[in-house]
């Protein structure tokens, strides 16, 4: 990969998945003995990631710990958000400044990376350098292990995004994007749905259609029902 740095996104707190998340953090959940967050930061390592940063909030001392405690083959920094959460959008504009105007990708934990999703990261790279515009990784409902999402976007024939009634696709939960797409937004909360709206808008929000089933940690209910389930 030529993009070498990725944020993860784990400052959330869980509520979807209580009574878990009253004692750890969603990140540190584990599915087959390994925790959310281990999965996706071996992954990102296996992509030949160097600089990883996890925004934190909740529970934000566990998962400084629990990074302490394990060694991984990139480097792995932990930003803090301690008065108060800043939501997706302001914990990636916060989280990103160490990166300045380098590209970076965004992952969510919460959905179950393996090696399999190789060739759709080097395709949603491929379309990210190729157009200099931010591009996402999306699903077809039909591929969705938890059949809850109503979806989230539709794509054009210019693989552009776009936002109706009837969407056929599922944000995966990773995003190729950089700091410039937030312009003059300040660090406090805000949703990066702000931000895709004004993109989509503007035809500058790309997406590629992942080939992989999609596990989603989205609830208590997916989440034993995923650990059940031998995931190849």
């Known amino acids: 990969m030529k993009i070498r740095k990725a944020i993860i996104l784990g400052a959330g707190f869980g509520k979807r998945m209580r ?4 004692k750890i953090p969603k990140p540190l959940i584990k599915i087959k003995g390994v925790t959310l967050l281990e999965n996706s930061i071996k992954f990102l390592c296996f992509l030949n990631i160097k600089h990883i940063v996890v925004n934190a909030h909740y529970l934000h001392k566990e998962i400084t710990n629990f990074l302490k405690q ?19 959008g302001g914990g990636i504009l916060n989280a990103s400044r160490i990166f300045k105007k380098e590209p970076f990708f965004v992952l969510n934990p919460d959905t179950i ?15 990210y350098l190729k157009n200099k515009k931010s591009t996402m990784l999306l699903v077809p409902k039909k591929k969705s292990f938890d059949k809850s999402f109503k ?12 936002r109706q009634r009837n969407n056929r696709f599922i944000f995966t939960g990773a995003q190729i994007i950089n700091r410039s797409i937030f312009k003059k937004k300040k660090i406090k909360p805000f949703s990066i749905n702000k931000v895709w709206d004004d993109l989509i808008k503007n035809k500058e929000l790309l997406g590629t259609v992942s080939r992989q089933k999609f ?3 989205n609830s208590y209910k997916i989440y034993k029902k995923i650990n059940k389930k031998i995931i190849d």
Do not use: M
């Not at 990376?113 to 379309?127: D, G, P, Q, S, V």
């Open 19 to 22: 009574p878990i998340t009253k």
């Open 70 to 88: 394990k060694k991984f083959n990139c480097k792995v920094d932990v930003i803090i958000e301690k008065n108060k959460i800043l939501n997706t």
């Open 113 to 127: 990376w393996t090696r399999a999703y190789k060739n759709e990261f080097r395709k949603l790279e491929e379309i």
């Open 151 to 162: 979806g989230d976007f539709n794509l054009s024939s210019k693989n552009q995004l776009l």
């Open 215 to 217: 596990f989603h940690v």
